[in-house]
């Protein structure tokens, strides 16, 4: 009976150190190497995002999207930071399937149209899609 006691005890602390591994704490995440859905393949390719997408926001959106605006903010200061953290429905971008972001279900008017007087051309809108497929980058 005794032996049956020691071998059940013998199974339990080893079942502890069993477990115990699976709780073991191997630190963050570290993503080494390139953005796997970078496209661009180095930075001159690269669509830059203020030299070539805030001018799309300055020319058709910040009349109605400045601090006035209750949700977001698209004027130079802002822009970047509203759409990534800040904005009232923030993330608007998505770098992976930029068709499902907000910022391109409102520019092709899956949800509501913007800017609401009619699209902007279909190449600021590729621009913005494919400025997002890079990383979505504040360059
Ligand atoms: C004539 C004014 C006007 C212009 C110009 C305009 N918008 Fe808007 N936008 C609005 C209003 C009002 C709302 C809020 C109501 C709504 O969601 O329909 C809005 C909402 C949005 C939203 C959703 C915000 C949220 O959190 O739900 C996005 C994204 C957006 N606009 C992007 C743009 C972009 C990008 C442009 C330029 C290409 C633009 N808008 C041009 C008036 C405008």
Redesign the pocket.
Known sequence: MRNYLKIFLSVCIMAFFVFQGCNKDEGPFVLTGPIPQDTAQNDTNRISYSKEIQP??NS??T???SEL????N?LPCCSYDQLLNT???AS?IDTVTPENS??YK??TGT??M????GK?SDEQISKIKNWMKEGGRNN
């Open positions: 799309i926001f058709n959106c009349t109605c999207h605006h209750a949700k977001l698209l904005g009232f429905n608007y907000r910022l409102h520019l949800l509501s913007m800017p609401p007087s902007i």
